[in-house]
Each structure stands twice: as structure tokens, then as C-alpha cells.
């Protein structure tokens, strides 16, 4: 139940924030709209712990955020450092990685983490925890080889998990 109404605070939020229509007849289409979107997601069975993580707990994303938008900005001057270069210093491979989460909230933040700084790109997960990777540059592969990524993940989803492990971040 308190999947579902964060889910209908979270829809309704969004739809106030994009539609910016604040007579009634537009906030009773809002409201018809959110309450149609809960509903289908009930019946989907779609509304649980992954589809809608709540447990992630506000404080520590709020850590993490800033944390990986400064990673997105270094390795993207990084990348564009190499573009500009007269010679196209690149050293494209591939190579497995290991992810210590334990949920799919946190391999895919993870995952996701991985893709969205540029220069790597998350391509498979070959096995539960085993991601193959993709880098454009022996530096870009030693930052995900150097673990601080995955264990700034682990540490959103065990810090945030009513489910805690005794797992070390």
C-alpha cells in the first residue's frame, strides 16, 4: 500500500510540475489521469520494491547524485579531450566486472551508473554480479576497475534497504 500511494504522490507531483495548469477542470483530468496510470500499474502488478524503489533513502541519494553528476562532467571532458586530440589516442575494449549489489534496484543503478559516465557503457550482464563492459580508454576501464563506483552503489542500496545485509559497502 505505501508503494501505491508514493507512486500516486510521485505521479501527481510530476503531472502538476509538467502541466502547469491549475484550474479544476485541468487538476480533475490530472487527478482522472494519475488515478487511471496507479490503477493499470496495480492490475500489471508492476507497483513493488524494484518498480518503484522507496526504500532508496532520500539522504543517500542526495550524496550520491552530486557524486556521479561529477564524475558525468569529468569524464565527458575526459572524452572530449580525446575527440579534440590531432591523434586519436583511444584504447576501445572490453573487460567483465564484478557488482557487489544484491538487489536489481542496485545492479541496475549501478549498470546505469557505469553507461551514463561517457567514455564506458554497461553491454551485458553476463551472470548475477558480472557486467561486461565497454571503455573507450585504459583510464576510463582502471575508474570502474578502481571499484568506487560499485561501492558508492552498494552503499545507496544497503543504506536505504529496510532489508539490510550484512553485506560491507
Known amino acids: 500500500m505505501l508503494h501505491t500511494l508514493s507512486l500516486s504522490a510521485v505521479l501527481a507531483i510530476l503531472w502538476l ?6 484550474e479544476p477542470l485541468m487538476l480533475s483530468f490530472g487527478l482522472l ?35 556521479l553528476g561529477w564524475q558525468i562532467l569529468k569524464s565527458n571532458w575526459d572524452v572530449a579531450k580525446i575527440i579534440l586530440a590531432p591523434k586519436l589516442n583511444i584504447q576501445p575494449h572490453t573487460f567483465d566486472t564484478k557488482a ?34 565497454h571503455a573507450l580508454t585504459n583510464a576510463a576501464r582502471a575508474d570502474v576497475e578502481s571499484l568506487n563506483m560499485d561501492r558508492r552503489c552498494t552503499s545507496v542500496e544497503l543504506d536505504g534497504n529496510p532489508h539490510k545485509t550484512d553485506a560491507t559497502p
Open 17 to 22: 510540475l509538467l502541466s502547469g495548469y491549475f
Open 33 to 67: 489521469s494519475v488515478a487511471f496510470t496507479v490503477w493499470m500499474a496495480h492490475r500489471m502488478d508492476v507497483v513493488d520494491l524494484e518498480g518503484h524503489p522507496i526504500h532508496l533513502a532520500p539522504h543517500v541519494l542526495l550524496k550520491y547524485w552530486p557524486w
Open 100 to 133: 557487489s549489489q544484491t538487489t536489481e534496484v542496485g545492479l541496475t543503478l549501478y549498470a546505469n551508473s557505469i553507461t551514463l559516465t561517457p567514455g564506458t557503457v554497461t553491454m551485458d550482464m553476463r551472470a548475477k554480479g558480472i557486467f561486461e563492459v
